[in-house]
């Protein structure tokens, strides 16, 4: 037998569209200077009270204060609960980031454990990423794992791989 395709359209969808659709995004913030090095302010060294957002009651919000208070036990903690994940997630994390703006914090940590690029996607938001880079906080971003890396990761001022290198650093 024989066939004959007579294609008419040809479209990205699933997953190429949307890897398509990031870098898209990707360079048009990098464009804009929003991943710049020259922007990154440094974290102190010793904060006096660290404000964390995260999933309430997550592995990331334990690793979190285990090892922040671990290593400096005066630190005072401020919890910013959040979804962080899901077509809410990047409204919350917004929401929080600007509630951090008011309050009295020298570091920011955004976490969130490891997950598929569809659970890290709250991450790649532009919302979320120009949030993150207006952000008058120093803010340290541990998102995912070692080979997670979002687009928030790129506006933060100090990128780690895991929540416990957020405590450390």
């Known amino acids: 037998g024989q066939y004959q395709f007579v294609v008419r359209e040809i479209a990205l ?3 190429g569209k949307k890897l398509l659709e990031l870098e898209q995004l990707k360079k048009k ?3 804009e200077g929003l991943f710049d090095a020259s922007r990154k302010r440094k ?3 010793i904060p ?8 309430d009651g997550s592995a ?3 690793d979190l204060q285990k090892n922040i208070h671990r290593r400096f036990p005066l630190v005072k903690l401020i919890i910013l609960p959040s979804l962080v994940q899901g077509e809410a997630a990047p409204k919350a994390i917004i929401a929080n980031i600007v509630k951090a703006q008011t309050l009295a914090i020298d570091t920011l940590i955004i976490a969130r454990g490891g997950g598929s690029n569809e659970d ?3 991450f790649n938001d532009e919302g979320v990423v120009r949030a993150i880079a ?3 906080i120093p803010t340290v971003t541990a998102i995912g794992h070692e080979i997670d890396m979002t687009l928030s990761d790129y506006a933060s001022d100090l990128r780690v791989s895991t929540p416990t290198g957020a405590s450390e650093a």
């Open 13 to 15: 969808f699933g997953l």
């Open 60 to 62: 990331a919000l334990k």
């Open 120 to 122: 890290l996607s709250a």
């Open 48 to 55: 006096s009270t660290i404000g964390i957002i995260t999933g």
């Open 43 to 45: 974290i102190k060294t």
């Open 29 to 31: 913030l990098m464009a």
């Open 134 to 136: 207006s952000s008058r």
